[in-house]
């Protein structure tokens, strides 16, 4: 199998070249005087990924789901309410983290394929009248089914109840991809992951966190220790770390950085664009239909395609895995069997996109599905000439 073939999976994403050499660092130690030189910098920088100027960011050395459980367990105490939409695997799992550490979780049903329901947190906030929702937690991009949630409604609609609940947003398949605006949206704690956008490897988290989180802090009483802010806000402002730092991943972060801005954020937010767009024109060719309800839904960074009835869309993903060497994203939860799912974010060009429209081909047609050869890889080619 040759390793030369990027991954279509929705994280990990693919490491350039410039990034692995960026991670292959010898040992710095990380308490000689020069290592803030190398780590604040980093820090700084990064807020402008998440549209913050008076947010702070903090790294933890965990994967995103670690930064979920730093977001809960700095900011709320054991019986606190939080609101949460369950609408896929991703928001699912953080219903899940909340019951486990006692949170009081009020929880709105919503169809796989919906998005963040502004209208209905508007409701609930607004019945709310004695504040003791204190936060709402919101899936930005739901990667289980390819939906892309709109957090400036989500914020409207906070407004418009008058509700000073926090507002906490997992971006982990998101943000470094799509426009993330934590500031304008007023959001508290925005979640990312290194495996993503920022096209590194897995295991560093990445947290923007607000002043009003900051302040939050004072009387959560939930147990934290390893993912506690104050002792890492505290060795920050020494410029360092209160433990043993991702040093490989912080130099991987700084290269990332560097390559987001050289290629200017608006460009790769209209490189997304134009990758996803590219995948659903081939996806409308071949008459199969996203998991995503509806053209706003539709997420820049993976789409969820859901195979016609009688098919297996894991059988198809491991076809194209053991004939063509090429990784695609299984149906997760609910979409078990019903959806595969092409990742398009990260380190990916037109042309990459352009041979895995036509790998998953292959293996449709060694399946016998109703597709034709090419048909997909037309429509994305027809785009791309145009775009
Ligand atoms: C990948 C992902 C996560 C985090 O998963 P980890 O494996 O813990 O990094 C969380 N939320 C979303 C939406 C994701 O796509």
Redesign the pocket.
Known sequence: MSLQNPVFI??PTNIPERLRHAMSVPTLDHRAPNFSDTFLPVLADAKKVFGTEDGEVILFTS???GGWEAAITNTLSPGDKVLIARYGM?SHRWIDMCQRHGLDVEIIERPWGEGAPADQFQEVLSADSNHEIKALLV?H???ATGVLSDIGAVRRAMDNADHPALLFV?G??SIASVPFKMDEWGVDIAVA?S??GFMLA?GMAILAVSQKALAAMEQAKLPRTYFDFLDMRKANAKGGFPYTPPLQLICGLRESLNMLFEEGLENVYARHHRLAEGVRRAVDAWGFELCAKSPDLYSETVSAILVPEGFDSNELVEHAFNKYGISFGVGLGEMDGRAFRIGHLGSLTEVMVLSGIATIEMAMADLDYPITLGQGVTAAQEYYRKH
């Open positions: 929705p994280g994967s995103g789901t991703f899936t991009n739901e990667t997992d982990v398949s992951g495996q993503k897995t």
